[in-house]
């Protein structure tokens, strides 16, 4: 009696297994470096000062959405990124009409809502006339008459008038993406290991 043992691999199977890890690994790591990029960024805000609410601006999201992919994508945005890019690139801000920026003393307080008063909300809650003093040294202002409503007995400075101002660069989002993408193929490698039991 002969006996015939066939031990050929079936390479379609092999291959077909091998392209499957690999999916389920590129998809893991794209996931894991969009969060780990997500998390740095709002790490860096609040580290700035800026507030948690800003920094769960940022949102990551994977693609495809559903199943596993070779091309997997991780997109990292905000929902707020005029205020995320000024604090990114600090930015040079002119006034509108090329005259002044109104910059609020701590003596202007605030406006209803709690957000920054503007002149003409502070006159306005107020009932007083802001009046315009020019200074060749530092900025020019905008002081309140001094009077029963208003502090002490002469003119309070209530807003700071300048032509523009630099906003410090207070984030570094692009070291952050940088590492996240140098990170990918360590990720990759860890990931298909992980899954083929290595």
Aim: hydrophobic share 45%; net charge positive.
């Amino acid at each position: 009696m002969r006996m015939t043992i066939d031990i050929r691999p079936d390479f379609a199977a092999l291959m077909a297994a091998e392209i499957a890890a690999g999916e389920r690994a590129v998809t893991a790591a794209v996931r894991e470096a969009g969060v780990g990029l997500k998390l740095g960024w709002r790490g860096q805000i609040t580290g700035a000062g800026l507030g948690t609410r800003l920094a769960n601006s940022i949102r990551s999201e994977v693609f495809p959405k559903a199943g596993v992919s070779l091309n997997a994508a991780a997109v990292v945005w905000s929902k707020a990124p005029v205020v995320i890019g000024a604090h990114d690139l600090g930015p040079l801000i002119r006034a509108k009409d090329g005259l002044w920026l109104a910059i609020p003393t701590p003596a202007a307080g605030k406006a209803l809502g709690g957000r920054r008063i503007t002149p003409a909300a502070w006159e306005r809650k107020t009932g007083l006339r802001l009046r315009f003093v020019y200074r060749r040294a530092g900025p020019s202002l905008l002081v309140a008459p001094p009077g029963p409503r208003s502090s002490g007995t002469t003119a309070a400075p209530i807003f700071l008038l300048v032509p523009q101002v630099k906003l410090p660069k207070r984030l570094d989002l692009a070291r952050d993406a940088e590492q996240a993408h140098e990170a990918v193929p360590g990720l990759i490698v860890a990931n298909w290991r992980e899954g083929s039991g290595i």
